[in-house]
């Protein structure tokens, strides 16, 4: 039976801003209170999507969030029509407006962690909804995002959907953005490699001393419990604290896997060999042959990995067993980055080819081309069970974009977040959204 991976990405919604709220990342700080284009985020996101489509990949597609969140205010205090809880809360608290207002469920990246069927005890693939509860404003989509991925994955005798963990400090869990696989065939058992970024139990294991941990070691093996995976399956692994504190807040600024091959940056773990040998040796028991790309920091900076992204890109397998590599327009404009990129293309290893792909509005905001997606292992029966009507097709792409032309702004500030007319806007845009993609209803305003 044939099996694939197919990246879900995340559709950009209609309160794209750059609001500055993710502490620890560098670019959604520095670029706080500029005024972004959604129109324009949510066209470039859909650019990448199409283009590995007619490359032959898999290809989906997630919608975003209601927002702004109107009900999340509510429950902070604001009170009235929804028109007046918006105004209520620009006059007296600006910033859990914005908050309420973020379009940060595009890094669907941090939607979930996704174990493959072939990975676990029941033979089901596992989708645990990530509480992302380190930020406000990313810890209120959980419910949503549930619902979403219930009605793409929708048929229980294929797949499982587990609740996030609960949402305090200790358990931390910032998806699939910590959590890659590896595998000989996305078919077959693989090992799952979980990075967290501290222990909330065990003092044994250090901590970053200026930015915040996201990922807990408990968080991940309560996710490795609740998936019903193996223990000669699973590797966890340290991020250095060093780099979280040099802005790396997720796994995936610093490192990338895909088949049997991780590609990371030397300062990206502690331990490094220790962990690379419980990779190899595992993967081995599962018939694969691991291989580890190690960049090292004299070619490439941490801050050169911050700034482009280069660790934050897809690594896509092609039917000859090499690689595709899949990199933001950042990555070319940081000269040692490039210079790094083509003496690695050329080397005859496998990673062969590296593409690039313009996602200023997302990477502006934080995100780069592997924050916008979440791999989902699927044999063909399983694919055949998804809702077809998030699989992308050229009419899709097509209907898509004409949706977004129809219903985004093409210009966002602060101060248009404050307007009530916005919220009426983005639920008209959401409910025509879940009949183009045959969601049903999803979002609190179709069930309420």
């Not at 979280?244 to 997720?250: A, E, K, L, R, W």
């Not at 063909?380 to 050229?394: C, K, Q, R, W, Y």
């Amino acid at each position: 039976m044939k099996s694939y991976e197919v990246n879900f990405d995340g559709l950009v919604g209609p309160t794209h801003n750059y609001g500055g709220l993710s502490y620890g990342n560098v670019a959604s700080q520095s670029n706080s209170q500029q005024s972004s284009n959604p129109k324009e985020a949510a066209l470039q996101g859909l650019a990448k999507m199409k283009a590995l489509m007619d490359m032959g990949f898999q290809q989906g597609v997630l919608a975003p969030q209601e927002r702004p969140d109107v009900a999340a205010l509510r429950r902070l205090g604001f009170a009235g029509s929804d028109a007046q809880v918006i105004q209520q809360a620009a006059k007296e608290a600006m910033p859990l407006l914005v908050a309420s207002c973020s379009a940060s469920s595009m890094w669907v990246a941090n939607a979930a962690t996704v174990s493959p069927s072939a990975d676990t005890a029941d033979g089901r693939v596992h989708f645990t909804a990530a509480n992302l509860n380190c930020k406000y404003h990313r810890s209120i989509e959980h419910p949503t995002t549930s619902r979403v991925l219930g009605a793409m994955f929708a048929n229980p005798q294929h797949f499982a959907h587990h609740a996030a963990l609960p949402a305090v400090a200790q358990f931390g869990d910032e998806g699939a953005a910590n959590h890659t696989r590896f595998c000989r065939a996305y078919g077959e058992a693989g090992v799952e490699f979980f990075v967290f970024g501290r222990s909330a139990f065990d003092t044994r294991y250090p901590a970053p001393q200026k930015y915040p941990a996201r990922q807990t070691l408990e968080a991940s093996q309560a996710v490795a419990r609740l998936h019903g995976l193996r223990e000669e399956g699973v590797v966890y692994a340290q991020q250095n604290p060093s780099v979280i504190d040099q802005g790396v807040f997720h796994n995936d600024v610093i490192a990338v896997g895909n088949g049997e091959v991780l590609f990371y940056h030397e300062d990206a773990f502690l331990e490094t060999d220790k962990m690379l040998a419980e990779l190899s040796s595992k993967l081995a028991k599962v018939g694969g042959k691991f291989q580890s790309v190690c960049v090292p920091r004299s070619a490439v900076t941490v801050d050169d990995a911050v700034r482009s992204y280069l660790f934050n890109s897809q690594l896509l397998s092609r039917p000859d067993g090499s690689m595709l590599l899949i990199v933001p327009e950042e990555c070319r404009g940081n000269e040692r980055v490039w210079q790094y990129l083509q003496g690695l293309t050329g080397s005859g290893g496998v990673i062969r080819e590296v593409k690039v792909f313009d996602l200023k509005q997302s990477m502006q905001n934080g995100g780069g081309p592997a924050c916008l997606r979440l791999r989902v292992a699927l044999n063909e029966t399983e694919l055949a069970a998804v809702n077809p009507g998030v699989i992308m097709t050229a009419p899709l792409y097509e209907s898509l974009t004409q949706w977004v032309e129809r219903h985004y702004r093409d210009r966002m500030t602060e101060n248009d977040l404050a307007d009530p007319q916005l919220l009426l806007e983005c639920r008209g845009a959401l409910d025509e959204l879940t009949q183009i993609l045959k969601l049903g209803a999803v979002y609190p305003f179709q069930i309420n």
